[in-house]
């Protein structure tokens, strides 16, 4: 099993810009990539970014130029980082880590962006 948490979710203005993490822990070898996804009410939870054990990244075509996924593979953390958020950027994030054919999640952390 893998136990994901995230943090850094909150209220931020139109333009502004947040930094999510997400720490992983328990069986956390051979990790094939993390990333994050997110879910905005009535919608379907949608790719956000990603990142492979090798450090290659995709990004939906929306976040492409405005967020950035990096990871510290020592501290077995993934971040994101949203720069120039707008109101349809509101949403619950949520981090995810596949193992081999396993698929993990965190619990969610809200990105609310007002005008």
């Known amino acids: 099993q893998v136990q994901l948490v995230e943090s850094g979710g909150g209220l931020v203005q139109a333009g502004g810009s947040l930094r999510l993490s997400c720490v992983a822990s328990?069986?956390?070898?051979?990790?094939?990539?993390m990333g994050w996804y997110r879910q905005a009410p009535g919608k379907q939870r949608e790719l956000v970014a990603r990142?492979?054990?090798?450090?290659?990244?995709n990004y939906a075509d929306s976040m492409k130029g405005r967020f950035t996924i990096s990871r510290d593979n020592a501290k077995n953390t993934v971040h994101l980082q949203m720069n120039s958020l707008n109101v349809e950027d509101t949403a619950v994030y949520y981090c995810?880590?596949?193992?081999?054919?396993?698929?993990?999640w965190g619990q969610g952390t809200q990105v609310t962006v007002s005008s």
């Open positions: 328990g069986s956390i070898f051979s990790i094939n990539a």
């Open positions: 995810y880590a596949r193992r081999s054919t396993a698929i993990y």
């Open positions: 990142i492979n054990s090798g450090g290659n990244t």
